[in-house]
């Protein structure tokens, strides 16, 4: 009787658990998109919210908050430096993009740089590659509507590509030596996936329209040192610390119930990337319980579905915050290129599996 009690009660325990689980992911998946409030002050909600569902779920410690602390500085830093430099720099990199332009269409440029940048940020972060991509695209003074759906594309390519090695997602070092796997684990596991997934992710760049709204030799408006060297920086570093809070928080569910899942739910359910940052939804969840096929179905998901949103991925929020795109601007374009995405991915997937 007490045995049949005890078991009652810890089911009812893990509904709620549940039930929590799910109202904070509607939360962070809804409350950008639907309420204006948070959608202009993000940063501060996705704090809030990580806090309170780590506290909620008892995960609210030194180490997580040590984590909080610290796992946030190296992005941020890259924001601030690379920021600063583009902004003295300015004035010659117009110089040097008029010239690259009377040689290639914007669209041309836009593409290739989002494929090189893709590829690259598996080494110099894809913060980086980020910050040089939405510079060169802001140079551009296209229409607005063009500026976002290149970035957003960009994003998306810029995400598969930091696939390829730890130094691409932050956290990523931690999964892989829980694994006991080298630093090209990652490579053998996605590389064909990541091969062909930058240049697609890029594809509809090249369909843009890239007239300009205003003459190129129009010099454009800096931004203040204030916004560059406190403001953006500082957003960035909240906002991944409310990262760090939430994943830790949802970290119970996520190690109890994951490894039992089929790697083509697996694969769908790591959707949830958009809305929690895949570089720390991956630190919870893969370990060595999971096969190859896991592992590779997980990350793939985390990979795509990270550009669907500005949550998603650290390279959006970036990007997002430099050039002013909202979270409902972000959605109208990531939400379906993702998807489509997704179902592209998941197809192969399934065909590796067929025939094996």
């Given at each position: 009787?007490?045995?049949r009690?005890?078991?009652?009660c810890?089911?009812?325990?893990?509904?709620?658990?549940?039930?929590?689980?799910?109202l904070?992911?509607?939360?962070?998946?809804?409350?950008?998109?639907?309420?204006?409030?948070?959608?202009?002050?993000?940063?501060l909600?996705?704090?809030?919210?990580?806090?309170?569902?780590?506290?909620?779920?008892?995960?609210?410690?030194?180490?997580?908050?040590?984590?909080?602390?610290?796992?946030?500085?190296?992005?941020?830093?890259?924001?601030?430096?690379?920021?600063?430099?583009?902004?003295?720099?300015?004035?010659?990199?117009?110089?040097?993009?008029?010239?690259?332009?009377?040689?290639?269409?914007?669209?041309?440029?836009?593409?290739?740089?989002?494929?090189?940048?893709?590829?690259?940020?598996?080494?110099?972060?894809?913060?980086?590659?980020?910050?040089?991509?939405?510079?060169?695209?802001?140079?551009?003074?296209?229409?607005?509507?063009?500026?976002?759906?290149?970035?957003?594309?960009?994003?998306f390519?810029?995400?598969?590509?930091?696939?390829?090695?730890?130094?691409?997602?932050?956290?990523?070092?931690?999964?892989?030596?829980?694994?006991?796997?080298?630093?090209?684990?990652?490579t053998?596991?996605?590389?064909?996936?990541?091969?062909?997934?930058?240049?697609?992710?890029?594809?509809?760049?090249?369909?843009?329209?890239?007239?300009?709204?205003?003459?190129?030799?129009?010099?454009?408006?800096?931004?203040?040192?204030?916004?560059?060297?406190?403001?953006?920086?500082?957003?960035?570093y909240?906002?991944?610390?409310?990262?760090?809070?939430?994943?830790?928080?949802?970290?119970?569910?996520?190690?109890?119930?994951?490894?039992?899942?089929?790697?083509?739910?697996?694969?769908?359910?790591?959707t949830?990337?958009?809305?929690?940052?895949?570089?720390?939804?991956?630190?919870?969840?893969?370990?060595?319980?999971?096969?190859?096929?896991?592992?590779?179905?997980?990350?793939?998901?985390?990979?795509?579905?990270?550009?669907?949103?500005?949550?998603?991925?650290?390279?959006?929020?970036?990007?997002?915050?430099?050039?002013?795109?909202?979270?409902?601007?972000?959605?109208?374009?990531?939400?379906?290129?993702?998807?489509?995405?997704?179902?592209?991915?998941?197809?192969?997937?399934?065909?590796?599996?067929?025939?094996?």
């Open positions: 009787m007490i045995a009690t005890l078991h009652c810890i089911s009812c325990g893990e509904m709620m658990t549940l039930i929590l689980t799910s904070t992911i509607l939360a962070v998946l809804l409350g950008p998109i639907l309420v204006k409030p948070i959608e202009r002050n993000v940063e909600f996705f704090l809030l919210i990580g806090v309170l569902t780590a506290c909620v779920m008892r995960q609210f410690d030194a180490t997580l908050v040590r984590a909080a602390l610290t796992e946030p500085l190296s992005f941020t830093v890259a924001v601030l430096v690379f920021g600063a430099t583009f902004r003295l720099l300015r004035d010659y990199l117009d110089q040097v993009l008029r010239r690259v332009i009377r040689l290639l269409d914007p669209r041309i440029l836009c593409f290739c740089l989002a494929i090189v940048l893709g590829f690259l940020a598996a080494f110099i972060t894809p913060v980086v590659s980020a910050l040089v991509f939405v510079e060169a695209v802001s140079l551009l003074r296209c229409e607005r509507w063009a500026e976002i759906a290149a970035t957003v594309f960009a994003c390519a810029i995400g598969f590509g930091a696939g390829l090695t730890p130094l691409g997602m932050p956290g990523i070092a931690v999964v892989l030596r829980s694994l006991h796997a080298d630093f090209w684990y990652l053998h596991l996605l590389g064909p996936f990541v091969v062909v997934g930058v240049p697609l992710a890029a594809v509809p760049i090249l369909f843009l329209p890239f007239a300009s709204s205003e003459p190129l030799d129009t010099a454009e408006a800096k931004d203040s040192w204030r916004i560059v060297l406190l403001i953006r920086p500082g957003k960035v909240v906002f991944i610390a409310g990262l760090v809070a939430l994943s830790g928080g949802l970290r119970p569910v996520v190690d109890a119930y994951i490894h039992r899942l089929p790697e083509g739910l697996l694969f769908w359910m790591n949830l990337s958009a809305v929690v940052n895949n570089s720390t939804l991956a630190a919870v969840e893969i370990s060595p319980s999971l096969s190859m096929n896991q592992q590779r179905a997980a990350f793939l998901g985390l990979l795509i579905s990270g550009g669907a949103l500005v949550t998603g991925n650290i390279p959006n929020i970036v990007a997002a915050s430099r050039l002013g795109i909202t979270s409902r601007e972000w959605a109208k374009i990531g939400l379906g290129t993702g998807v489509l995405l997704l179902i592209l991915c998941f197809a192969v997937l399934r065909s590796m599996a067929f025939f094996q």
